[in-house]
């Protein structure tokens, strides 16, 4: 089954190089993965609401969540698992970035669907659809760029849920306990 996997990984990372890379395209995504790197984007989106008295329970539950999903990925999976980097095993995958840990899973992925959810379940929509939006963008740049196997990408995206999931059960105040 892991072999399997490991090469529908490869056939979808060749297919985005050869049928999805564009030029014009490159520095839109380049600037997209550069926005997840070492989750800064999320990070200062968390101070943004953690300074705004309406809002600082999301700063809360984002800086939870981002920081339950680095200890998962960045922490113990990266580590415990040491998959190599795509562009070191897939003859003929040229890598747009490098990046200097291991593969699985993605902490960009992580990273950006953990704070993302957060945003999404606990501000106005205008504010929540956006910030899928991107969290989305950026977990698919990983793949554009040729820095992770589409399941790094996957695994990587369900840990930031669930670590947005715990984050938002662990902050929930008194009136939401009562209703449940």
Not at 31 to 54: E, M, N, P
Not at 99 to 120: K, L, N, Q, R
Request: hydrophobic share 50%.
């Amino acid at each position: 089954m892991l072999q399997f996997i490991t090469e529908l990984d490869g056939r979808i990372l060749l297919f985005i190089q050869e049928y999805l890379r564009f030029e014009w395209l490159n520095p839109i995504v380049l600037f997209l993965t550069r926005l997840g790197d070492a989750g800064v984007i999320w990070i200062l989106l968390a101070a943004v609401f953690l300074i705004q008295k309406k809002y600082q329970k999301t700063g809360i539950s984002m800086a939870i969540a981002l920081l339950l999903g680095l200890l998962a990925t960045n922490v113990l999976l990266k580590n415990w698992v040491c998959r190599p980097r795509p562009y070191v095993t897939i003859p003929g995958l040229d890598a747009l970035v490098t990046a200097g840990d291991w593969s699985f899973p993605s902490g960009h992925s992580t990273s950006s669907m953990a704070a993302a959810v957060v945003i999404f379940c606990r501000t106005p929509r205008k504010i929540g659809i956006p910030a899928m939006i991107l969290g989305v963008l950026i977990c698919l740049s990983r793949l554009y760029v040729g820095v992770h196997y589409p399941s790094d990408v996957i695994c990587g995206a369900l840990i930031g849920v669930l670590a947005a999931a715990c984050a938002l059960r662990i902050t929930r105040d008194e009136k939401q306990l009562r209703q449940n």
